[in-house]
């Protein structure tokens, strides 16, 4: 089962990382003094700089690839990653609470043919990551093979490494202080914007930090990546009845992503999301055709066909989607991609887990299914290069094929004549969290705001109400795709096999003919 | 004193001395091993001992509450500087302290038998015999032809955790978790891959389900997704199966805390007390039970486990009210979150409460779906099977049930005897009467 939320349906900030300082810039939390240069704001680059401070060197990397290939695995690779973060939250009107965390530890990874091993440690010691390395060699069984004596780049086709998400300021140097006014100012405008409003909590997330990758390839990169989201949650009361909702943005991205334009639409939307469920209807239950407004309503592609084009399913032929490449799934004016390439989106990686440089893969292209997203195991098996898919929650974990941002490229029609072409149906404009089953291809997203569309035209707002399709059969119900493309700046977690990864979606408005809307009036 | 609370209760001097005027300190440590095996072999094996701590700071009022792997003297050191300077920005909040010491006492000292004796029985070769042991059963059903592929799991830990607190609050806990499941993908004529299959997950190995019975019961289930299909749009009655059934109670938990209930976000507010629910709803909190998933001595402030009613024959009983929320709210505290839940005053099980029904769904599985939990509005993704008079009939999916919360336990018409042994929530079958389903 595969999950998809945003910050906002989880109600408590546990699990948030990070760690700040004091007035003076802070220090990387947890690490002693940085040695030499100031952590980069760079791009991927193919030696030893920000994890230098912990002690790893070329050398210790050589030698945990020689405990790691000592049973003659086809291919190891060691992942090192610190990540630092930190939320501060407001609740009845105070910023009174803070969250930190640093994660700092090495996953070492065996693969033989299509089976892997994995050990991981905290402790950067040659000894405890030589222990982790023997675990994972355990997968294999044979004559031993050399560690490469020499690391160097691979940026791949592309010739240098891209800068995706390069920040003027890194968090490491941002001040708790500075955070404050924008949580403070977020609550007294969402109180202003509407008497009705009871209750605000605003959460400010940041995170520093990096990957280092190296391979018994001899391919090494290291990459710095920011992270950072705001959420803002109200509750209204209304003539005895109450409500709660919310807006959320994120993306990897520095300080001045908050701009006064973000905060002012952050602020109108979470109030204006929340008032109208007092004026919200029953939603009908049953099949009818739906209107997906544009951005957020990516959550339909994420599930309905994202998932099931992760090639490891298919590898293992659990896909609805396996052995239906070159196979048209959907009308010629449908084009769905995965993009990690996305300036300072939350789903955007300049490299993978396993240090593949991330494009841009195209899952339908005029309606035929196109390209599987891959790891490097994937990638093997069906003799195609990486899409630079293949990720990890964290050093815990070995990689899997992943979505990054996943979105339909505009089409032919307009959002007002897609409105007009219906005549009972509903438009969705917000979502809280979709799940998908792979096999059967059956999926859900969870509405929490829509209309009521009659006649052509929007009437009454509904809310939270669950809509249910089966994939393959959804993507060929999408009958009319608009022109207006938005990608979600909203910060979403995909879940699959216990790992959690940050993504993006969008999409254009489309009409999807026929699905079943799970509302409460036959 | 174990070599764990000895770095808890360091760190909390530590934490102290960088100018915490209180501190709470959990230190972990877990070894783990996971295997995933499919198709006649290892697909993947995870193994590592993991280890850090969890710090709640009280600065002159001011709460942090921070987390670190990085245990390297200096490193912690300067961890905890940052984060006592990170507090002192904050605004300080009279109602945050450690719990009154008064909480934690009256600890039980009942041996809750979390720790298996013949843990460390459980190498590499034993783990893989199990996982094919697993694939076998599954292969060998009737009908196993169209098996796809079979993916199975074996995983077991032991991890220890202990907390201490500047006002003299000392705990641990111990614990052996070992854990099985198998997954089914068969084909469809139709062209779909629908899965799936069981697991379980209990503190002693010998508790775990037989490999032969768990196995075969995966195939049986995936056979029976073939041809599944959404059902009417109508008003139904609904048998939830015991190990689905806690979606249900989950969504309730949410709304039951005292976070919620100060924020203005549980329709349950001001409810307690009250005959809210049908009157065979009953939900006991038992954190005491041998081997139980959630069993505990104290709850994650310390705060010593007590059982207690949270719903009695459909009246409200008790909040999860903790120390932080219950000083907000002027309310003693209870504990912060569920450990076991039991469901008493059942009878009979699947098969005799599926007989009673005439019309309905059998739910053996959600898909996705959430819940208001500030007015109690559901709408989930349901798969399972129609009844017909008191038979199990055709697979059902791509199908949504819809309504309220409050509405839906009223109408708990029946509940079985036969609680779901795997989980902390020991969910038994359910039926509830008259739900709005969504399909066709």
Known sequence: ??????????????????????????????????????????????????????????????????????????????????????????????????????????????????????????????????????????????????????????????????????????????????????????????FKADPRVKKVSVGFSDEHGAVLVADSNGRLVEDVQPMTSLYLSCVAEDKGRREQNGYNVAGREG??????????????????????????????????????????????????????????????????????????????????????????????????????????????????????????????????????????????????????????QNGPHKRDEIIASVKKGILCTNFTNGQVNIGAGDFTFYVKNGFLIEDGKLTRPIKDVNIIGNGPKVLEKIDMVADDLAIDEGGWTCGKNGQSVPVSQGIPTVRVSAITVGGRKA | MSELLDVAKKAVSLAQQKGAKEARVTAYRSRDVALQWRDGKVENVTEATTRGINVQLYVDGRYASVSTSDLRPEALERFLDDSVAMARTLTADAFRTLPDPKLYAGRSSADLVLVDPKYGDRTADARRALAKQLEDAARGVKGADVILSVTTNVADSNGRTARATSNGFEGERESTDFSVSVDVSVKDPDGRRPSDGL?????????????????????????????????????????????????????????????????????????????????????????????????????????????????????LKALYIDDYYGRKLHLAPTTAGASNLLFPGGKGDLEELIKGVKDGVLVTGFLGGNTNGTTGDYSLGVQGFRIRDGKRAEPVGETNISGNQVGLWQKLVKVGADPYAFSSMRTPTMVFDAVQFAGV
């Open chain 1, 255 to 408: 300080l001045d992503f908050y701009t006064e334009d973000r905060l002012a639409r952050m602020v109108r939307e979470a109030v204006g999301r929340t008032v109208i469920l007092f004026d919200a209807v029953q939603p009908p239950a049953g099949e009818m055709p739906i209107v997906m407004a544009a951005g957020s309503s990516g959550i339909l592609l994420h599930e309905a066909i994202g998932h099931g084009m992760e090639a490891d399913f298919n590898r293992k032929n659990t896909s609805i989607y396996s052995d239906r490449i070159g196979k048209p799934v959907a009308k010629p004016f449908v084009n769905i991609v995965d993009d990690g390439s996305i300036d300072g989106a939350r789903g955007s990686i300049n490299v993978d887990d396993e240090g593949n440089v991330a494009g841009k893969t195209l899952l339908v292209d005029g309606g035929t299914l196109a390209t599987y997203l891959h790891d490097s195991i994937s990638a093997k098996f069906y003799k195609v290069p990486s899409t630079g898919s293949g990720r990890r929650e964290s050093f815990r974990f070995p990689p899997m094929p992943r979505m990054r941002s996943t979105y339909m």
């Open chain 2, 199 to 315: 697991g379980a997950s209990s503190h002693f190995f010998a508790d775990l389900p037989p490999a032969e019975e768990l196995g075969r019961a995966s195939t049986a289930r995936a056979l029976a997704r073939i041809g599944a299909k959404k059902t009417e749009s109508k008003v139904m009655t609904m048998v939830v199966e015991n190990r689905v059934a806690r979606r249900l109670v989950g969504a309730l938990l949410g709304a039951m805390t005292a976070r919620a209930v100060q924020q203005k976000q549980s329709f349950l507010e001001g409810k307690v007390g009250t005959p809210l629910f049908g009157k065979l709803f009953t939900m006991i909190d038992d954190p005491f039970v041998p081997k139980g998933m959630g069993s505990r001595l104290f709850d994650g402030e310390g705060i010593a486990a007590k059982r207690f009613p949270v719903v009695e024959a459909g009246v």
């Open chain 1, 1 to 190: 089962m595969l999950k998809l939320a945003t910050a906002l349906g989880a109600a408590s900030l546990a699990g948030s990382l990070g760690c700040g300082g004091n007035e003076a810039p802070p220090r990387i939390g947890g690490a002693p003094p940085p040695v030499g240069p100031k952590p980069p704001q760079a791009p991927p680059q193919a030696k030893i700089v920000y994890f230098a401070r912990f002690g790893v060197t070329e050398s210790l990397i050589r030698d945990a690839l020689g405990v790691a290939l000592a049973k003659g695995g086809d291919y190891a690779d060691v992942f090192f990653q610190h990540r630092v973060g930190s939320t501060m939250a407001l609740e009845d009107g105070e910023v009174n609470r803070a969250f930190a965390s640093v994660d700092l530890g090495v996953g070492v990874r065996v693969v033989k043919g299509d089976q892997t091993g994995y050990g991981y440690t905290e402790e950067l010691t040659l000894e405890a990551i030589k222990n982790a390395a023997a675990t994972a060699a355990s997968i294999a069984d044979g004559p031993s093979r050399d560690a490469p004596a020499i690391f160097r780049a691979d940026p791949g086709p592309g010739g240098a490494f891209p800068a995706r998400y390069l920040l003027k300021r890194g968090w490491e140097d941002v001040s708790p202080k500075e955070k404050l006014p924008f949580l403070l100012a977020l609550n007294e405008r969402t």
